[in-house]
């Protein structure tokens, strides 16, 4: 199959590290149009928190997929995947380039690789009802104690707060579930993607994460957490459980005592994701190109780089 025309760049990488930059600066140089990657820039309503691209970047380069859902909606990857690869279609179509952009790793994955999300449960739903009411009677810590003793290593995948993927995860070991192990997953078809894995010195880096957390916080992060709990919104929102947003609820709940107390476990969250992020980019080598952003390095070497990559 001919993908000459079905480039798709994949602009990776840790937490702050500027990717958002970087695919913005790309875009205008090929005529690309962004498509985003970041599970909580998915959700409406929180921009502050999630740096999302401003208003005038959106203006200047077309994205997509950013604000797009409610906070309290739980989003899949099966979900997701549907979403961005309708996305990418639709912009090659016109003959633009998509470029995707964000630091979410199973989203990542369920571009590039041909991950069938199309399993259903065999009895329609009756023993995910089932289960759905062992939870409520058990409580949580019972149900992933369940899953550890029948599928282990899939408990450890899972953080035992999540029950919601606790019970899919019992159910589809107890059905057999058609979604493959990452391993035996295939490159998707049709596409000439590019991934690139931008990283950086991990003190620089991780400098960037401390100063950027102070610059949301700056420009309104509270008074955006604030608004949302008066449309409604707590911390049992899924979007709201992400880093940045579900310390400042705990500080507003009393559970952390003072402000500056919630913004260091902000910096503290965000570093150990970043290098969470990083060690799941390395599964990729073979097919990444990973660019070391050096101090001082203008945006325009580095997309230079990322033009020149085979």
């Known amino acids: 199959m001919n993908t000459s025309n079905k480039t798709v760049y994949i602009i990776a990488g840790p937490t702050a590290v500027g990717k958002s930059v970087i695919a913005h600066y790309l875009a205008r140089r090929i005529d690309g149009e962004i498509v985003n990657c970041d599970s909580i820039q998915l959700y409406k309503y929180l921009d502050i928190g999630s740096a999302k691209p401003t208003e005038e970047e959106m203006k200047i380069v077309p994205h997509h997929l950013y604000g ?3 906070p309290k909606e739980s989003m899949t990857v ?3 995947q549907k979403m961005a690869l309708e996305t990418i279609d639709e912009i090659l179509s016109r003959g633009k380039t998509p470029i995707l952009c964000g630091g979410t790793g199973l989203y990542i994955n369920s571009v590039l690789y041909d991950m069938d999300f199309a399993a259903s449960p065999a009895d329609g739903g009756k023993r995910r ?5 062992m939870a409520e009677k058990m409580g949580k810590e019972y149900m992933y104690e ?6 282990p290593k899939s408990a450890e995948r899972i953080h035992p707060n999540n029950t919601r993927k606790v019970i899919r995860a019992i159910e589809a070991y107890e059905f057999g579930s058609n979604v493959k192990d990452l391993n035996r997953c295939t490159l998707r078809e049709g596409y000439n993607f590019k991934l690139f894995g931008i990283t950086m010195d991990r003190e620089w880096l991780y400098d960037r994460i401390n100063r950027r957390v102070l610059k949301l916080v700056k420009a309104g992060l509270l008074d955006e957490i604030k608004k949302l ?6 911390e049992t929102a899924p979007a709201l459980k992400g880093i940045g947003y579900k310390e400042f609820f705990a500080y507003y709940n009393g559970e952390i005592p003072e402000l500056k107390d919630a913004v260091m476990t902000v910096m503290k969250d965000t570093r150990h994701y970043a290098k969470r992020q990083l060690t799941w980019l390395k599964r990729y080598e073979g097919i990444i190109h990973w660019i070391e952003i050096q101090r001082n390095e203008s945006v325009g070497t580095v997309i230079d780089e990322i033009l020149r990559a085979e």
């Open 68 to 70: 797009v859902i409610d």
């Open 78 to 80: 099966a979900k997701y």
């Open 146 to 151: 369940f899953l550890s003793a029948i599928d």
């Open 129 to 133: 009802k089932e289960l759905e009411e």
């Open 229 to 234: 709990r008066e449309m409604g919104y707590d």
